[in-house]
């Protein structure tokens, strides 16, 4: 408040005072905190006919952000600031959000639900070429046989398929058949090399590959890696636990006597943009783990993509006269969804409903729907509400135990909150918050961990958070010796992932302190040597529905 009241008084009356009646006026439509942090909006304004022009403003108070751009835009009662076009130059009376021809983007966490939204084409789509299975299937003859007869298609189903996709002529009933047989489930790696290799005589540029997950972007990647294949190709691969080496070398540019695929997940719909791709292979297909809450349980069934995601991915091909390659067929583009279900729709709900009984925003227990952008199945909030009261957070009338706000107020998992309190409460507080460090965090073994080195590793504990917690013993012993990457390189660890680590675990053993519920004369470390107390916790914590501790 201090340096904004110093800002104001640096400023001249007449600009200090419209400054007064924008912050006026957006005080009923925003509720900020004053000692948020400074938020910037970023504006750039590019004139397609004329060149380009950017602008980039930088407001000390958010709230002052909106107000700006409601004023050039077409909100109701906006009116033009006095001082809006002082710097403009030659765009002169020319709106930034009013003009068609303009691209405008703005990041702020605080930005007001009046404020107009803009569509950014992306300014390679459309002048790739798009294909699907059937094109394909055609190109590379290959063909898709089913060995069980019931998952296999009737003739009739063949007949419809070679009607759907219209011209004879140009696709043959094997390529039909093998239409009607394609689904969710579908194996796609054989195709993949055969398009690779018909690419060859086609198009040279970098391929750039969409595959269902990690799981699957393994098993294509020792496909692609087999000396019988015959590919002269350069692989890399992309996910989200890909170290930054691997980012580096998907931007860099391959060898210039191979061809460079980038094999990776959805990261890089929005995420990632990789230079000079001239093919896009997309599988149309995701397996993620989703929260199914009919049964309560993690799921990750193979499903097909959105055609939302369909048209992201299709902005992938940065190259004019580049070629998209949909592994889906055409006649199959209505039966997808249209958005991708939102992450209310496909999370667990303990979260959410733990945060709402601490911000009191839920004093019933009747959750406020009206107030949901996306509202989820009523089962969900049953269940969440049932594992609340599972692990203690809340009492049998739906209130907030004391275990329940200090869960509320840790902003970690509630799995990885309870499994910290029982470490203090069992005294064995050094190894347990190391495994909930690991669990806060993405895994630390890269794809090629071999089950040699973790057997050895484990010591016989036949437990994977025993072996965490070794591997992150040795690991500091070795980063004291200044041998920490050599030690990440032998045991096939990320160095990256394994620093992450060690700073969560220090900021949960920090707030632990903050909150007072560990001193530094709290003898908290007392059974840290003890391996069964350490397998109590981690059960009771993890698996609350077998052990509990009273």
Avoid at 246 to 251: C, K, T, V
Avoid at 426 to 455: D, E, F, H, W
Wanted: with cysteine; glycine share 6%.
């Amino acid at each position: 408040c201090a340096a904004l009241k110093e800002m104001q008084q640096r400023e001249p009356a007449h600009e200090s005072g419209a400054r007064r009646e924008a912050d006026d006026s957006s005080a009923d439509k925003m509720d900020l905190d004053m000692t948020r942090t400074t938020n910037k909006a970023a504006i750039t304004d590019t004139d397609q006919g004329e060149g380009m022009t950017s602008r980039n403003i930088e407001d000390s108070n958010s709230a002052e952000v909106v107000p700006e751009l409601e004023t050039a835009g077409e909100g109701p009662g906006s009116q033009a600031s006095p001082h809006a076009d002082s710097n403009d130059g030659d765009l002169g009376d020319k709106s930034v959000l009013s003009d068609p021809e303009s691209d405008a983007v703005m990041g702020s966490p605080t930005v007001s639900l009046t404020t107009a939204m803009i569509q950014i084409p992306c300014p390679h789509q459309g002048t790739a070429a798009v294909h699907f299975l059937e094109d394909a299937l055609q190109w590379t003859d290959h063909s898709i046989h089913i060995l069980r007869a019931k998952h296999r298609a009737t003739k009739q189903d063949v007949e419809d398929m070679q009607a759907a996709l219209g011209d004879k002529g140009m696709y043959c009933r094997r390529t039909a058949e093998s239409c009607a047989n394609w689904s969710s489930r579908a194996r796609y790696h054989e195709l993949v090399v055969k398009l690779l290799k018909w690419l060859d005589g086609q198009k040279r540029g970098t391929v750039l590959v969409f595959t269902a997950g990690i799981v699957d972007l393994e098993a294509l990647t020792m496909v692609l890696a087999e000396p019988s294949r015959g590919l002269n190709c350069y692989v890399v691969t992309l996910h989200e636990d890909s170290t930054p080496e691997e980012f580096m070398m998907a931007h860099e540019p391959g060898p210039g006597d191979r061809r460079k695929v980038v094999l990776c997940t959805r990261i890089c719909e929005t995420m990632v943009t990789i230079p000079e791709v001239q093919v896009v292979i997309d599988a149309c297909q995701r397996q993620e783990h989703v929260y199914n809450p009919f049964d309560d349980v993690i799921e990750m069934e193979p499903e097909w993509i959105s055609c939302q995601q369909l048209e992201l991915r299709r902005g992938c091909c940065t190259l004019e006269g580049g070629m998209v390659l949909h592994l889906l067929p055409s006649t199959k583009l209505n039966a997808l969804a249209p958005q991708r279900p939102t992450a209310i729709q496909q999370s667990c709900l303990a979260p959410v409903c733990i945060w709402l009984k601490a911000l009191r925003l839920w004093a019933t227990r009747q959750v406020p729907q009206e107030e949901l952008i996306s509202l989820p199945e009523p089962i969900a909030v049953t269940h969440a509400v049932a594992r609340l009261k599972t692990i203690k957070a809340l009492d049998d009338e739906g209130r907030l135990t004391p275990i329940g706000r200090i869960m509320a107020i840790l902003p970690f998992p509630l799995e990885v909150t309870k499994l910290l309190l029982l470490g203090c409460f069992m005294r064995c507080i050094r190894p347990t918050a190391v495994v909930a460090a690991g669990l806060a965090n993405r895994t630390p073994y890269q794809l090629s961990i071999k089950a040699s080195k973790n057997k050895e590793m484990s010591k016989d504990s036949f437990s994977d958070h025993y072996l965490l917690y070794n591997y992150y013993t040795e690991w500091r012993e070795a980063c004291d010796k200044k041998e920490g990457d050599k030690f990440c390189a032998k045991h096939d660890l990320v160095p990256a992932v394994m620093h992450r680590i060690q700073r969560t675990r220090d900021q949960m053993l920090q707030l632990m302190e903050r909150i007072g519920f560990i001193t530094k004369e709290d003898p908290c470390n007392k059974n840290a040597a003890v391996f069964l107390v350490f397998k109590a916790i981690l059960v009771a914590g993890l698996s609350p529905n077998v052990v509990r501790i009273v």
